[in-house]
């Protein structure tokens, strides 16, 4: 056997899982689109148009890998230690706590802009900008696809 340094058992399993999660998932992606139902990418979430995302409802599982510790977003490891990912300021904190899964983007704007004074214009872009910063992380998501149904 060489003298050369191999990863752990548990880190290849876990980058081999990581791995075959991702492949069925765009492999399932692939099959529905070929079915005639498009697919959306999170990846693709800032380009959606306003009226689309302000529409979205975004879901943070509180209780899932990715947690909130005082202002630290942590990740549990395999042996349930945290991983420190972010540090977010007071603000940022209070925005996660509104995306509940019950309130779309528009109306967490709405909330924001009441608890702070700010325009709505600028609530808005607030929340957009820290939901699709989120959404990329997978750290929160949007409860059901986005719809290209028109503003109303």
Same mark, same amino acid.
């Given at each position: 056997m060489s003298n050369e340094k191999r990863a752990s058992d548990p880190d290849v399993d876990r980058g081999r899982r990581g791995f075959f999660r991702a492949f069925a998932g765009q492999v399932m992606s692939a099959a529905e689109e070929l079915r005639g139902k498009p697919q959306f990418r999170v @990846?693709?979430?800032?380009? %959606?148009? #306003?009226?689309?995302?302000?529409?979205?409802?975004?879901?943070w599982h509180r209780q899932g890998p990715i947690r909130l510790t005082g202002n630290l977003l942590v990740r549990l490891g395999t042996? @349930?230690?945290?991983?420190? %990912?972010? #540090?977010?300021?007071?603000q940022q904190v209070r925005l996660l706590s509104l995306f509940d899964g019950?309130?779309?983007?528009?109306?967490i704007a709405n909330v924001w802009a009441a608890e702070t004074g700010i325009s709505e214009d600028?609530?808005?872009?607030?929340?957009?900008?820290?939901?699709?910063?989120?959404?990329?992380?997978?750290v929160v998501v949007p409860s059901s696809p986005p719809c290209e149904s028109q503003p109303q």
């Open positions: @990846g693709d979430i800032d380009a %959606l148009p #306003e009226h689309v995302l302000a529409a979205l409802v975004p879901v042996d @349930g230690a945290p991983q420190t %990912l972010l #540090e977010l300021g007071p019950v309130r779309n983007v528009g109306q600028q609530a808005g872009m607030d929340v957009r900008r820290l939901f699709v910063f989120f959404a990329k992380l997978m």
